[in-house]
């Protein structure tokens, strides 16, 4: 009966072992996968980020190379045909010489407004909210849509890389909502706190399911709005009410 007794003692001991070890080397294969994973996203965010930022370096550089060589080299040609017209006496030549500074004026200021769109100066200088309204000017004298902008960011600092993803991800928003939405307003607030910053961008323009579009498209500048979302650590959610698109945008310390 002892011999009986111990074995079944050995038995329930091995068993009890053999669990343990089973469990235990479960919990570390699942510990270490998910490490793993962890270790992925996180080198996916990095790979994310330095891509962003390679952007933001080549748009700055590009932007500088238009204001300051293409633009500069515009200007020096008006002010030599300046020159030329006060020393022409031909109409038909005079007019053909007006015509080249007209050219060149509209020329220039295309310049200008592709050297702001790179790289608003605004958005490192004053911030988004600064840079947005001079946005939102251009947006408003070059459609019939109107727009608002409301609120302020005193209570919430953000980072020169967040300000540029904010500001891409809005502009790309909107440009949606203009191409798509038929949109006659749009009306963007901000809600800044010591620890997160809220901003909601509604519009009056057709219905429209940013997520669902998102599965069932293969739309660039949708997979960017998700791709600056992440590389800032922000959410967005969508609402539909009483005919309006509402986005909310929230990033948390």
């Keep these: 009966m002892e011999i009986t007794q111990d074995i079944k003692t050995a038995f329930i001991l091995g068993t009890g072992i053999m669990l343990f070890l089973v469990f235990g080397l479960l919990f570390l294969v699942l510990f270490y996968q998910n490490h793993f994973m962890k270790m992925k996203r996180n080198e996916a965010n990095l790979l994310l980020q330095t891509a962003l930022e390679s952007e933001k370096r080549e748009r700055e550089r590009i932007a500088i190379d238009l204001h ?134 509604v519009d009056d323009g057709v219905s429209f399911d940013f997520f669902s579009a998102l599965e069932l498209r293969h739309s660039g500048g949708l997979q960017n709005i998700i791709s600056r979302l992440k590389s800032i650590g922000a959410v967005m959610k969508q609402v539909t009410k009483d005919g309006f698109n509402i986005y909310i945008i929230q990033i948390k310390r």
Excluded: C
């Design 68 to 201: 300051d060589g293409v633009q500069g080299d515009l200007n020096a040609l008006k002010f030599t045909l300046a020159g030329l017209e006060s020393g022409v006496v031909d109409p038909k030549f005079k007019a053909h010489v007006q015509l080249l500074q007209n050219t060149l004026q509209q020329t220039t200021e295309n310049v200008r407004v592709i050297s702001q769109k790179l790289m608003p100066p605004l958005l490192e200088q004053k911030g988004i909210k600064a840079a947005l309204e001079v946005y939102f000017d251009f947006l408003q004298s070059h459609s019939e849509a109107t727009f608002v902008l409301k609120g302020d960011l005193n209570a919430f600092e953000l980072s020169s890389h967040e300000k540029y993803a904010l500001f891409r991800l809005i502009q790309e928003l909107i440009q949606n909502m203009l191409k798509h939405g038929h949109v006659s307003k749009v009306e963007l607030v901000f809600l800044s706190y010591a620890k997160e910053l809220q901003i909601s961008i």
